[in-house]
């Protein structure tokens, strides 16, 4: 019978998580939701100079926007407690100390000048760099003089001879050949672990069954998998390994803050849906089988195997994720689109949150909801609502000044001020018999210096709604503000 799948999620957060993390989140997720499995998030934060409270805070809030519910870690909980590597100094300090009693690894007393004049001579020689063993067999009397020199050693685990083969969930099998894979520091001098000691322990002991991660971690597997052996596990229990394919820039070069990554705290800011992120991180070397690019995380959930990932780079596209989240957001009832809206409206100011002002909010969503792709549109799209100081955009003022729009906006004021039932269909109508069949002039022309008259944009939401809702007085009073300028 085959083991329950158990995953894990184990960054270090040292910013804010970016497209990679969360990709490998989101995979890691969805695997452990199709399966039955446990989805458990882990801390690598053994590096405390580098990964903060703040920063470990803001990784477990942004899988709880993301909708990534954990089944252990922390806040959450579990049998594995705790899920901060450096909560569990104790537990890598006991299996490095039962390492050396096995005689799998040893003291290294090698300076850091030392280590690199080795590398040097190995460069120059065209062999691959790496530790010549130099440490591997000292004898006591070494070990005393390197002691009495006042030299602190790291610990490094014994590499046997031969080489490592397994068989990756992605790539089929991999092997690696130990020459170019040197004896390798477990702990530092100052008794600090290593990242390949730390994660191979924490992932035995948490009894994960698959480790999802990403390719550019696929070279350090035989060093994971040699402490498995030290640690005595048979190997049908070592975990599975799936290497997940690069995420490539618009250059082909991997995708890094160099080339344009940012942060999910980014895309969050400018109001990509989650959903629409974790649909469009899905499609970055997984298919659910057809040509759909729209998938809700309920999809993800029911089709995602690891067989269907892809070994091939995948390429970050922003206007891929853009049209996703248009979509996303098109597919949003009202109370949805009103409840997404509201923040970035009180964020930006144009809206306090009183009842009436939300009340407004939730008539005008629908005329934008076709119009825009993000969030963050939203006030700038609206805001011409809410202000109690009216302006017209600096850059659209010479839109509306010239004779021909001075002459629309007049005919436009003369046939708007007789309607008595304001609403858009007689809005409408004034306006198409005065400026299109009487003035002979194209929508384009005789609407646009309307829109900036009563937006300040040209940019904007439906006209003759916009001015149903702005109501009678504030839209003629706007059309005469325009003509003094």
């Not at 809030?61 to 579990?78: A, I, N, R």
């Not at 939203?378 to 839109?399: N, R, Y």
Request: hydrophobic share 40%.
């Amino acid at each position: 019978m085959s083991k329950k799948v158990k995953v894990r999620f184990a960054p270090s957060p040292t910013g804010d998580l970016h497209v990679g993390n969360i990709r490998t989140a989101l995979f890691d997720w969805a695997y452990a939701r199709h399966t039955g499995g446990t989805f458990l998030f882990r801390i690598e934060d053994t590096d405390t100079t580098r990964v903060t409270d703040e920063y470990i805070a803001a990784a477990i809030d942004t899988l709880k926007w993301l909708g990534l519910h954990l089944d252990e870690g922390p806040e959450v909980g579990g049998e594995n407690c705790p899920y901060l590597q450096s909560q569990r100094l104790d537990i890598y300090a006991m299996w490095a100390q039962k390492f050396l009693d096995q005689k799998d690894a040893y003291h290294c007393y090698c300076s850091a000048e030392e280590l690199e004049a080795t590398r040097e001579r190995q460069r120059a020689a065209n062999v691959a760099p790496g530790y010549d063993g130099t440490c591997r067999d000292l004898s006591a009397d070494q070990i005393a003089a390197h002691k009495d020199n006042g030299r602190i050693p790291v610990i490094r685990m014994r590499m046997p001879d031969g080489g490592t083969t397994f068989v990756d969930q992605i790539r089929g099998e991999v092997s690696f050949d130990h020459k170019f894979v040197p004896d390798f520091v477990l702990v530092r001098g100052d008794g600090s672990p290593l990242y390949t000691l730390a994660v191979a322990v924490d992932d035995v002991l948490m009894k994960v069954t698959h480790v999802l991660r990403g390719e550019d971690l696929l070279s350090s597997t035989p060093r994971q998998i040699r402490v498995y052996q030290a640690m005595g596990v048979a190997e049908a229990d070592y975990p599975l390994f799936a290497h997940l394919p690069f995420v490539m820039g618009q250059d082909n070069a991997k995708l890094s803050k160099r080339n344009g990554e940012v942060s999910i705290a980014w895309y969050r800011d400018k109001g990509f849906l989650p959903e629409a992120i974790c649909n469009y991180l899905a499609l970055l070397g997984w298919s659910p089988g057809d040509d759909r690019e729209n998938v809700s995380m309920k999809e993800i959930c029911e089709l995602f195997t690891v067989e269907k990932v892809h070994s091939s780079p995948a390429r970050f596209d922003m206007k891929k994720l853009e049209a996703i989240n248009g979509d996303k957001i098109r597919a949003l009832t009202i109370d949805e689109f009103l409840t997404w809206s509201l923040p970035f409206l009180t964020k930006e100011k144009v809206i306090t949150g009183t009842d009436a002002e939300i009340a407004l909010v939730k008539k005008a969503l629908p005329l934008i909801q076709e119009r825009i792709i993000m969030l963050s549109e939203i006030p700038q799209m609206l805001k011409f609502l809410f202000v109690t100081k009216f302006e017209v955009e600096a850059d659209s003022v010479s839109k509306i000044t010239d004779d021909a729009s001075k002459s629309v906006l007049k005919r436009a004021l003369k046939e708007l001020e007789p309607i008595t039932q304001w609403s858009h269909d007689s809005i409408e109508g004034a306006l198409r018999s005065s400026l299109i069949e009487d003035m002979g002039l194209k929508p384009r022309i005789a609407f646009g210096a309307v829109r900036i008259a009563i937006t300040g944009s040209t940019i904007s939401p439906p006209l003759f709604e916009s001015m149903e809702l702005l109501g009678k007085d504030a839209s003629l009073a706007r059309i005469s503000q325009a003509l003094a300028l």
